[in-house]
Structures are given as structure tokens and as C-alpha cells.
């Protein structure tokens, strides 16, 4: 029986129509589900510190853990120096790669060159080591650490691999601080 192009646009073609609309639910949920396994690391990121030293995290096959205090606004300041206040060891550790990320994303080059001219005056070693000024993925950052308040500082201890494993907000109290120390050294104990 041979088959006419009526007959075909009839049966045939609603059957791909509905193929094809199955295949691209299929690829928006493996979308989603890829977004959804990434919200729990922390994004390939490299940075300058303001010293000038080249940074990259999370590394390939290290075992060290990430610890990241996010700053989004100029407010947040006195939430960054009470974190600096309560992990200034960490400056020196070997125990935990340690850095502060500044979000500069939008801000305009003639005016960026200003507030990086000015930062490199106020903030001393070994805090500018440590300090990377960021320029992309902000909605990344700010969706991976529920960012709502530009007041506040947001703290993120991930492995080695990037996975998250802890996360804070806010001025930085005994008990935070307690809590992630303990967090890193249950990490540093499960990944030797």
C-alpha cells in the first residue's frame, strides 16, 4: 500500500510533533537537574588578589577545604572584618585555602581603578593576599549563597572538589566561627 502525502501529515507527522515534544522535555529536565546538582558548588573561579597573585579554586584532586566570605556591597564591611577578626590563622594556614571575594561586577573601569587604588592602601598584608575582587557570575554568587541583604557578609565552606558543605551569614559570632571550625576539621579528618 503506498502511502500519500495526506495520508502521511495526518498520522505520521502528529506522532513526530509529539516525539519531538517529548524529546524536549527530556533536555529541559536534564537541564534542571544539572542546575540543580551545581547549586551545591561552588563555580571554577579565578581571580587577582590584591597583591597582585594569581588564584584559582577549587583545584583539581585537592583535598584542602575552600573557605569563602562573599561580600556584594561596601555595607557589608564590618561583617567582613569580624569574619577577618575570628580567621586571621587561617591567613596562614595550610589547613584551609581562605579568601574574601568583593563583588565588582558593573561597576565602570574608570571608576573600578579608583576603589582598587584606594583598597590597596587601606588593606595590609596578609588580608590582601586573600582578597579577589570579582567581575562576573554575581548571580551566580548571589543565588549560590541566598543572597537577600546587601549588608551582610556570606560565608561558604566547600571541599576540595567545590561541594558545599557549610554555609553562614552575617557578623561573625563565636558560635559561627566554632561551628565551621568544626566543619573544616571533620573535612580535613574525611579527606586524608
Do not use: C
Not at 88 to 104: G, N, R, T
Request: glycine share 6%; no cysteine.
Amino acid at each position: 500500500m503506498e502511502r500519500s502525502p495526506e495520508l502521511w501529515r495526518r498520522n505520521v507527522h502528529p506522532l513526530a510533533r509529539r516525539t519531538r515534544s517529548i524529546h524536549l522535555a527530556f533536555a529541559v529536565l536534564v537541564a534542571a537537574a544539572g542546575a540543580a546538582s551545581t547549586s551545591n558548588m561552588i563555580p571554577h573561579t579565578e581571580g587577582t588578589t590584591l597583591s597582585g597573585g594569581r588564584v584559582a579554586f577549587p583545584k583539581t584532586a585537592s583535598h584542602k577545604p575552600i573557605l569563602l566570605v562573599l561580600s556584594f556591597t561596601h555595607k557589608s564591611n564590618k561583617d567582613l572584618a569580624s569574619w577577618n577578626q575570628h580567621f586571621q590563622a587561617m591567613y596562614k594556614s595550610d589547613l584551609v585555602d581562605y579568601y574574601e571575594l568583593a563583588d565588582f561586577q558593573g561597576i565602570p573601569g574608570f571608576v573600578m581603578k579608583m576603589i582598587l587604588h584606594g583598597m590597596r592602601r587601606s588593606v595590609k598584608e596578609p588580608e590582601r593576599s586573600h582578597l579577589i575582587p570579582f567581575f562576573e557570575r554575581e548571580a551566580y554568587w548571589k543565588t549560590l549563597v541566598h543572597y537577600d541583604d546587601p549588608k551582610i557578609a556570606y560565608v561558604v565552606l566547600a571541599d576540595g572538589s567545590g561541594r558545599i558543605v557549610s554555609q553562614t551569614r552575617g557578623p561573625a559570632s563565636d558560635a559561627n566561627a566554632a561551628g565551621l571550625e568544626a566543619a573544616i576539621t571533620r573535612l580535613r579528618s574525611t579527606e586524608k
